[in-house]
Every structure is written in C-alpha cells, then in structure tokens.
C-alpha cells in the first residue's frame, strides 16, 4: 500500500469516526486499550449491558468485524486512553 492509499485509509476512518458520539468515542478508548466490558463499566461509570450496547453500535458505524479489526482502526486513528 502506498502513501496515498494509506491517507485515503486514514481518512476514511476519521469520517467514520466522525458518526460516533462522545461515549462511543470514549468506549474506543477504552476498549482499545485492552479494557474488558466490565472495566470499561467501572470506568465510565456505566452498566456492564450499557458498554456491550456501545460497543456494538462501535463495531457497526466504523465497520469492524472483529475486535481486533477495531483496534487496528483506534491504532490507524491514534486514539490513546486518557489516563486519569
């Protein structure tokens, strides 16, 4: 992949990226980072049920089939976990 394409993949993601609100965005974060459901709940402050819920509309408006896919996509965006 040239450096073209590899900004067009960048840029693709940052609009998609873009459809999320401000808790999916914080959901990314943390679930990037290698956070469980569960930790992600504390974390935030939410229902473990809440995150899953979250986590799902993630995987589908930036088209991830998997998690690893989605933390391929947080890498490529360079979304980091704010540390408290």
């Not at 609100?21 to 914080?26: G, K, Y």
Request: net charge positive.
């Amino acid at each position: 992949m040239g450096r073209r394409e590899a900004d067009k993949v960048v840029t693709d993601l940052q609009t998609l990226f873009e459809t999320l609100s401000a808790r999916e965005r914080e959901v990314l974060a943390l679930v990037s980072s290698g956070l469980m459901n569960k930790q992600v709940a504390a974390e935030l402050g939410l229902a473990e049920i809440t995150v899953k819920i979250h986590r799902g509309h993630i995987m589908k408006k930036m088209g991830a089939r998997s998690l690893a896919d989605l933390v391929r996509m947080a890498e490529a965006l360079g979304i980091r976990r704010n540390k408290p």
